[in-house]
């Protein structure tokens, strides 16, 4: 069964998760990235512009990128990702994307991702830095991809 993951990026780790086929967590967030298997389909969520960024002009908040998890995890001390201090992202796995040119706004579609239990407070729920999504959940923002 091929299950469908969300990664929570900034805009600026983004392009470089494009430019190397590549995603990398901290070791906080390792055990999903350990869930993923070869095959499994992935979507980010793009934050802000820059990691460590605040203010009003930094939003992203958007779906982008449609890939599929190329390797098995390894681990590197090779810095590749912006970061707020010293962290590495160390647990990685090669992704191959298939899909970058369009984006969607979260907030047009949050409504509909059974995730987001209260929409409210939407934003909340992508402090997760990856989250397993239901086949529909996948659906839905893949679909909003499309257009």
Known sequence: MVNKWLVTISEDNFQIALEKGLIGVSYRWRKPLE????????????????V????PNSSVSEFAGLAEVASPVFVSKERSWHS??????????KIK???????AKALEICHSLGFIKNPDYWMLYFFTAIRKLSDVDYETIKKALSK
């Not at 460590?52 to 203010?55: A, D, E, R, T, V």
């Not at 590495?88 to 796995?93: K, N, S, V």
């Open 52 to 55: 460590g960024k605040g203010g």
């Open 35 to 50: 869930e993923m298997k070869e095959g499994d389909k992935v979507i980010f969520y793009i934050g802000k512009k820059k």
């Open 97 to 103: 994307f298939s899909s970058t040119k369009t984006r």
């Open 84 to 93: 707020k201090g010293i962290e590495l992202f160390p647990y990685r796995r």
